[in-house]
């Protein structure tokens, strides 16, 4: 299995991956690219009644052609979002946020997974259970 790294946003696929936000921590993604030795990437995101907001987007690529987001929205700033591939519209594959997990200088305990009806599938470490 690939170790987790940085990649850039036109590495990243857009198109035939269903990505939602899967769980969060409280951090500012200015910082935590800082330590990651990488640069975000600012959107604005413009909605109805022309009012806009900005997001801010980091870009993992995970093992086995796997990839996952870390973004900060200016309506929840200092709030950092792990955006997820989401399996059968409903099930997210908990091996993802382990990945993701090993990047940032926090334990997992720290991150605060979504609980909205999506279920987690468990990751079995098969060394673990040698």
């Keep these: 299995m690939k170790t987790p790294c940085v990649t850039r946003s036109n590495e990243f696929p857009r198109k035939g991956r269903n990505f939602t ?6 951090s500012s993604l200015d910082d935590l690219a800082a330590k990651l030795g990488t640069k975000q990437y600012r959107y604005t995101i413009r909605e ?3 009012s806009s907001f900005w997001q801010k987007v980091v870009f993992l690529k995970l093992g086995d052609d796997r990839y996952a987001t870390l973004s900060e929205h200016q309506t929840r700033e200092r709030v950092i979002e ?3 591939q989401l399996h ?3 099930i997210f594959d908990e091996r993802d946020l382990l990945e993701v997990a090993s990047l940032l200088p926090l334990a997992i305990a720290d991150i605060d997974r979504v609980q909205n009806g999506l279920v987690w ?3 079995e470490n098969p060394i673990a259970g040698q």
């Design 82 to 84: 792990i955006g997820l």
């Design 121 to 123: 599938v468990p990751f």
């Design 21 to 26: 936000y899967a769980a969060e921590f409280s």
């Design 88 to 90: 059968n519209f409903r």
């Design 48 to 50: 109805e009644h022309d």
